[in-house]
């Protein structure tokens, strides 16, 4: 890797509401705690300073249930912190209303492949002493109201800074906050500045001083992914002083704080998640430069057994160097597709396990697993029964594995789900469609590298980036997408995978994309996998090399340190006299 051998810059603390670190730690929902995760694991990997904060969140996301027909039920997903968290003995407050809330953290230590530690920290409130309602403070991710989401984001933001302080973390910190959710930590890094400075009031200096400090990733470009705050709800949580301290920092926007606008306030440096997503935040954001640095997956996490096998021994180095994995361009193709073969079976025997249902080894399997929502567009393949039926039994079989979550206010989202059910039993006669409950990082791994197509339909522009086409793409497994997000770098036709519809339609025209769809299918897709195995094992190669060795969060971390982190060491480095 290109990266100095001591970086110029300090500790990188990266805050994120979520945290997606193995699947035994159920405290993510789905991408964004996902890429948490990965961010995490490869600066361990190439021996970046960093220091993770997140909540506990002790009843987990939420574990779902589906009846016959496809609704939606949820319960908690509750695990024991102490099983794989240590306990930490340091402790802050936070002043939320009159009341003093306690917090105290656990942490998990990730290791890179050279051993360089990345410890994770956990804000917990549940702790003796604290109301009965602040000890549930860090229960549930995304749950409760706009009250309980403030008091949540104080605990992050506000304890997470209090905490790195009394663990002797310097002052030289960068802030990465990794979506809105953490943006309050620039409140107590501007109180601290006004104090030192000693004017008393925020003035546009103290501002520039936070601002050196901080980087901020947004990740939606659908409005209601971004966290706003009625003002009296704000008095009332963070009373008179630190609220007054926020109207005179210019944070007070038709009557609420939107979170994303104090992060970008606050920061030095702002980006997007993929090219498009970042020309699309500059349009939502006047007059804040939004750059971009599109996502990645942790690759070693995300690659099936068979697949780093068969890595392991043609390009060893790719674990230490990702970009290795463009030398899979060599790889015999009978190799990848036997390799591919057995992530294919172990991806069968959990659908048989859970499901009971048999589905046939030879068959083009399509995967399709998201959080589901309205936008994402589950049902966008059902659009023609008919004529998927007719595919299926004039030009090839096929068969189709779901699997996602709803969040349990998305009805929207629940809705999805039904429609993929109603669609598989109306098609149970000619296509096998099946939907696997509870989709985590586990089944995510399954899924993404057991499967022959990787479907996404999203509605432009409304996916960011995406990560799960990555992860397939790091199997051999082509994607099958609308042009939005990751994949509008991602594409090449025939080469690692195909596109559905174009930017000249209009991407509310459902009809221009399933036909896409289908005709691509039908003409491309389907005689390509059956008619000419060679060729789509060729597909598989050439998916690997050219977006395994790019879309992985080496490179991503990578360039964080080159445009994100070391362009501020510089400026934070800079002596008085240079
Ligand atoms: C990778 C992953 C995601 C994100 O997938 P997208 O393609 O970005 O929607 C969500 N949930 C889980 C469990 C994942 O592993």
Redesign the pocket.
């Known amino acids: 890797m290109f990266l100095p051998a001591k970086m110029a810059f300090g500790t990188v603390a990266y805050f994120s509401m979520e945290i997606g670190l193995q699947p035994e730690i159920p405290t993510y929902s ?2 964004l705690g ?1 890429l948490a995760g990965d961010t995490l694991r490869s600066a361990a990997d190439l021996g970046v300073p960093m220091v993770g904060v997140t909540l506990l969140h002790r009843q987990g996301y939420m574990r779902q249930y589906l009846d016959a027909q496809g609704n939606q039920t949820e319960s908690p997903e509750v695990w024991n912190p102490a099983e794989v968290l240590e306990p930490v003995p340091h402790s802050v407050t936070v002043t939320l209303e009159d009341r003093q809330v306690q917090i105290r953290a656990w942490r998990y230590v990730l290791r890179g492949t050279n051993g360089h530690a990345v410890p994770v920290y956990f804000l917990d409130t549940a702790v003796d002493g604290n109301s009965p309602f602040d000890q549930t403070i860090t229960d549930n991710l995304y749950g409760g109201d706009q009250y309980y989401r403030l008091c949540q984001e104080v605990v992050l933001g506000i304890g997470g800074v209090a905490l790195l302080r009394v663990l002797g973390y310097e002052n030289h910190l960068i802030y990465h906050m990794n979506e809105g959710h953490s943006a309050l930590l620039t409140l107590p890094l501007l109180e601290r500045q006004v104090a030192t400075a000693g004017s008393g009031f925020p003035t546009d200096q103290d501002i520039e001083a936070v601002r050196r400090h901080c980087v901020f990733t947004t990740h939606t470009p659908v409005p209601a992914g971004h966290d706003k705050f009625p003002w009296e709800i704000v008095r009332q949580v963070l009373g008179p002083g630190r609220t007054a301290f926020l109207e005179e920092a210019r944070c007070c926007m038709q009557g609420s704080l939107n979170m994303t606008y104090l992060a970008l306030r606050f920061s030095r440096y702002i980006n997007g998640v993929a090219m498009r997503h970042g020309e699309i935040s500059t349009g939502m954001f006047p007059g804040y430069p939004v750059n971009a640095i599109t996502n990645g997956v942790h690759a070693a996490t995300w690659t099936a057994p068979a697949l780093a096998e068969l890595y392991d021994r043609h390009i060893p180095e790719w674990r230490l160097d990702n970009f290795y994995l463009r030398y899979a361009i060599g790889i015999p193709l009978h190799e990848i597709q036997q390799a591919h073969l057995q992530a294919k079976q172990a991806l069968l025997a959990v659908v048989r396990q859970r499901t009971g249902i048999e589905l046939a080894e030879k068959t083009l399997t399509l995967g399709f697993a ?2 589901a929502t309205a936008y994402k567009r589950q049902d966008l393949l059902f659009t023609d029964l008919e004529r998927l039926r007719w595919l299926a039994q004039q030009i090839g079989p096929f068969q189709i594995i779901y699997g996602g979550k709803a969040h349990p206010q998305d009805l929207g989202g629940k809705d999805m789900i039904r429609r993929v059910f109603a669609a598989a039993q109306a098609l149970a006669d000619a296509v096998p469609v099946v939907y696997l409950e509870n ?3 586990a089944l ?1 791994k399954l899924m993404c590298a057991g499967v022959d197509l990787w479907l996404n339909t999203p509605l432009r522009p409304q996916e960011a980036s ?4 990555m ?1 397939a793409a790091l199997n051999g497994v082509p994607s099958f997408s609308v042009l939005d997000g990751w994949w509008i770098e991602g594409h090449v036709e025939n080469v690692t995978g195909w596109s559905i519809g174009n930017s000249s339609y209009p991407p509310e025209d459902y009809t221009h994309d399933a036909n896409s769809l289908y005709e691509k299918l039908e003409r491309v897709i389907l005689p390509l996998f059956y008619g000419r195995p060679e060729r789509y094992a060729q597909v598989r190669r050439s998916t690997i090399a050219l977006n395994g060795s790019f879309f992985n969060t080496q490179r991503m971390l990578s360039q964080y340190v080159m445009n994100a982190y070391e362009v501020q060491g510089r400026v934070l480095d800079r002596q008085p006299d240079d």
């Open positions: 789905g991408g996902v998201r959080r989709y985590d990082m995510g995406g990560t799960s086409g992860k």
